[in-house]
């Protein structure tokens, strides 16, 4: 069965971020619907409520307050309705550490926030083009960081 669309969500508590981030699909020629939420604690009470459609593609920022990305990872993962999620860390570090944590914790895919708009399209356009299906079984380190 063929998608209508593919369903995105970000969680990021900076507003421009978001907004960049939306206005970037909407140029992009992909069939897409993005929700976005504001932090961790408002994305996980709606990933946690049964009656919501889950998102096939969730790009999470580490850094928020109330609820940080991490600990947004960690439940994820420990979920079993929401372990098998597509996640792709979307932060402005790209520290080892954190990096070296995400792969560890189970994410997809680490992406550093691009500073210019047509990066954010071009990154934006290969991360929901990759075929997760294939991808996720067989994670590994060097591909685990997206660079461009």
Known sequence: MIKEYMKIALADDD????????????????KSKVS???????????????ENELPDLLFLDLNMPKKSGISCLQDIKANSRLKDLVIAIYSTSSSEEDVEHTFV????????KPNDFEKLKKV?????????????????????????
């Open 36 to 50: 976005t939420f504001k932090d961790g604690i408002e994305l996980m009470h709606y990933l946690e409520q049964a």
């Open 124 to 148: 934006l356009s290969e991360v929901v083009t990759t075929n997760w299906q294939y991808i996720t079984s067989g994670l590994n380190k060097d591909n685990f960081l997206l660079r461009l």
């Open 105 to 112: 914790l189970g994410a997809n895919i680490y992406i550093k």
């Open 15 to 30: 507003e421009d971020d978001r907004f960049f981030f939306t206005e970037a699909f909407d140029e992009l020629k992909v």
